[in-house]
């Protein structure tokens, strides 16, 4: 009697050459013909529709990623043949690294494996899926649209959260409430009210501005090759200075703000 293992993650993923190389090892550990036998298949897809299959892991590494053919998934498949394993049924192990479509429900990290012998399966399923969750799954995300997407997948029919009317529809709110209301009701507080009133207007304003950028601030599924590297790395250097010059220095603000004005009073 075989066994299978399978594996699926919506909480996006990582993959730089290290990464890669390191899934490549740990499968090639399992299998140990199946590099000789040039049975591990690299399948990369590309946001120009184009895709093509491989034997070799440098095609991947030097993919140049640029804007316009970015890899949009990657799909690793072994397939031992009946003379390896000597079994009726072949092993067979399929590991899928996919960004969210529109209109399709997929998982963005999908792991199968199947065969007639339980331990190699089984131990080769637990070392694939303890380095997936340790080392390639985002523990946790700060992308609203992508829980906003995935809360619509689940119970919305499948098609992808729309964006650009949740965009929309706060900043109209924002405009709206600036325009009517939030004149009117500065005029009407004291001073202390009115600091305290414009500093929650300010803090308010920079969340919402966070939230609408989180999709770019903080990606989700990343295939870290080519020109995808420095765009990250520029990412990672812009939420950097988002914390530093604008958080930190509004709350150095807001205390002097407090301090000044207890001292004058």
Known sequence: MGAFVEYESNSGFLINEEKIRKIYKIICEG?????????INL???????????????????????????????????????????????????????SKPRQRVRTPEINFYLQGEDRNFVFVLGSD????????????????????????????????????????????????????????????????????????????????????????????NCLFLFGKEKSRYNRILSIRSNIFWVVFVGLVISIIGGIIMSAFGS
Do not use: M
């Open 31 to 39: 299998f140990k013909d199946a590099i000789a036998a040039n049975k």
């Open 128 to 219: 694939i899926k303890k380095y997936l969750d340790n080392e390639i799954k985002f523990k946790t995300t700060f992308n609203v649209f992508h829980l906003l997407n995935r809360f619509d997948r689940s119970f919305g029919g499948g098609a992808a959260f729309p964006r650009w009317f949740f965009s929309l529809y706060f900043f109209l709110l924002f405009i709206g409430l600036f325009i009517t209301a939030i004149p009117s009701l500065i005029l009407a507080l004291t001073d202390d009210q009115r600091f305290a009133f414009i500093i929650s207007i300010t803090l308010g304003a920079l969340f919402l501005l966070f939230i609408l950028s989180s999709s770019y601030l903080f990606p």
């Open 43 to 97: 399948t990369i897809y590309r946001s120009d529709s184009f895709f093509y299959t491989t034997t070799d892991l440098e095609d991947l590494i030097n993919e140049d990623n640029i804007e316009y053919r970015k890899i949009t998934a990657l799909e690793i498949t072994v397939k031992s043949s009946n003379q390896d394993f000597k079994e009726e049924t072949p092993t067979s192990l399929s590991l899928v690294f």
